[in-house]
């Protein structure tokens, strides 16, 4: 009797082994398809808006379906079918875009501008040429500081100690020009403009 | 109607369509017969489609029944057909070996 029911225990242990295997091996496969479409979805993300829906919802999407459940039934193959599918379209995502019409980001960023320029008007424009003087400042003093160290350690001579000086002399302009701007800022309602401003351009990336 | 570039790829693609241009063509089994990655096959279907060479639709499937999301596919249209050969005769007559070297090369590595 107890040979019997060690044979029949065996027995069970066996199939609910094999149960848990199948139902372990179903899970880790359905994963690992999930990971093509997950890339995928940040393909999408680096489409513009309207382009998102014909390209990735309509075409790649049930491409990569048709991939992992119809054309291939071995899961590594599948995986890697459905991996270099979606990770190719990750990489050309914004070239697909450009070739199918869509603006450049640059283009884009410039239509923002001329519409938040279009309704700021002048306010605008005299804060954004401050906020531009303000950082060319900053990144002069920054590059000649950086330039000074740098020719100092490969050429020497008299050239990287004139740079430090003008760099040290262009310094205390920094906090004025940081006061003017401030200034500026506040006689043209400048904050008010630039938080419209970035409104704008955050309501026309998401059209 | 947009500029049109032609390079190798395209014209790869473009064969493929000349094939038979009355076939449906899918995204995924045009890169697997012309041997190009997805980055490089869409933006060609891309460009190809804003030339107005190529016409992409939906499949016209009830999904819930089939299972499945409709697939787009790709038709060749009657300018695309034309400009197409027009465009691969230029370019085969363009990459065709210059008639000097037809020659046949000997082994001790000259021409004969």
Not at chain 1, 126 to 155: D, E, H
Request: charged content about 25%; aromatic content about 6%.
């Amino acid at each position: 009797v107890i040979t019997f029911l060690a044979v029949l225990g065996g027995l069970l242990l066996l199939v609910l082994g094999k149960v848990v295997v199948s139902i372990l091996s179903k899970e880790v496969e359905g994963r690992l398809d999930q990971v093509s479409y997950a890339i995928l979805r940040l393909a999408r993300r680096r489409l513009p808006a309207e382009l998102r829906e014909t390209m990735h919802d309509q075409e790649w999407v049930p491409e990569l379906n048709y991939i992992t459940t119809e054309l291939e039934e071995r899961p590594i193959t599948r995986l890697v079918l459905g991996l270099r599918y979606s990770t190719g379209l990750l990489r050309a995502a914004r070239k697909t875009a450009r070739e199918a019409g869509a603006p450049t980001r640059w283009a884009r960023w410039r239509e923002a501008q001329a519409t938040a320029f279009a309704v700021r008007g002048m306010r605008l424009k005299i804060c954004v040429f401050f906020m531009n003087l303000t950082v060319v400042y900053f990144l002069v003093v920054l590059g000649l500081l950086l330039g000074a160290g740098a020719t100092a350690a490969l050429l020497g001579g008299p050239v990287p100690a004139l740079m430090a000086d003008i760099a040290l002399t262009m310094i205390p302009g920094m906090p004025v020009l940081m006061i003017v701007s401030g200034r500026v800022f506040r006689v043209t309602g400048g904050m008010a403009a630039t938080d419209q401003h970035r409104q704008l351009k955050r309501a026309q990336r998401q059209r | 109607m947009a500029e049109f570039r032609m390079t190798t790829t395209v014209a790869s693609v473009l064969r493929e369509f000349l094939e038979d241009i009355d076939q449906r063509q899918y995204g995924f089994d045009l890169m697997r017969r012309c041997g190009l990655p997805s980055g490089s096959l869409y933006p060609v279907l891309a460009r190809l489609e804003r030339a107005g060479w190529i016409v992409g639709k939906v499949e016209e499937i009830d999904a819930a029944h089939e299972a499945r999301p409709a697939r787009k596919y790709y038709l060749l249209t009657g300018h695309g057909a034309v400009e197409a050969s027009r465009e691969l005769a230029v370019l085969s007559a363009r990459l065709r070996p210059p008639t000097g070297l037809l020659r046949r090369p000997t082994e001790q590595g000259g021409f004969a």
